[in-house]
């Protein structure tokens, strides 16, 4: 008998692929979560600083609070950017509520 190994080759299509997550302290974040978006302009940019508005904490009575939250990033973009950036965010959002559902929506604040 031979000691050769013979491998089959398989003529369907894989069926997937198998992958195991492995957390990695040393690879940087790419990836920020923001629930919360704050935008301004100048007279140069428009200033997106997005932030994450973690729960109030602590025995709340009601009334008016201010709650500080800390800005997870902040983006300045020239405004020849917008209109491509603007196009981009609506393709995206078509195709998320063409391929998932309705989305909620979330009352809209503005300061006067």
Same mark, same amino acid.
Request: some cysteine; proline content about 8%.
């Given at each position: 008998m031979?000691d050769?190994?013979?491998t089959? !080759?398989?003529?369907k299509?894989?069926?997937g692929i198998q +992958?195991?997550l492995?957390?990695?302290e040393?690879i940087p974040?790419r990836r920020i979560?923001?629930?919360?978006?704050h +935008?301004a @302009?100048?007279?140069?940019?428009?200033?997106?600083?997005f932030?994450d508005? +973690?729960p109030?904490?602590?025995?709340?009575?009601?009334?008016?609070?201010?709650h500080s939250?800390?800005?997870?990033?902040?983006?300045?973009?020239?405004?020849?950017?917008?209109?491509?950036?603007?196009?981009?965010l609506q393709? @995206?959002y078509?195709l998320y509520?063409?391929?998932?559902?309705?989305v909620e929506s979330v009352k809209?604040?503005? !300061?006067?």
């Amino acid at each position: 008998m031979s000691d050769k190994k013979t491998t089959k !080759k398989s003529t369907k299509a894989p069926e997937g692929i198998q +992958v195991t997550l492995e957390p990695n302290e040393n690879i940087p974040p790419r990836r920020i979560y923001s629930n919360y978006i704050h +935008v301004a @302009q100048t007279p140069y940019d428009f200033s997106l600083k997005f932030c994450d508005a +973690v729960p109030l904490s602590g025995n709340n009575t009601g009334g008016k609070v201010t709650h500080s939250i800390p800005i997870v990033a902040e983006i300045a973009l020239p405004f020849n950017l917008i209109p491509g950036f603007i196009d981009a965010l609506q393709a @995206q959002y078509k195709l998320y509520k063409d391929n998932i559902g309705r989305v909620e929506s979330v009352k809209k604040t503005s !300061k006067k």
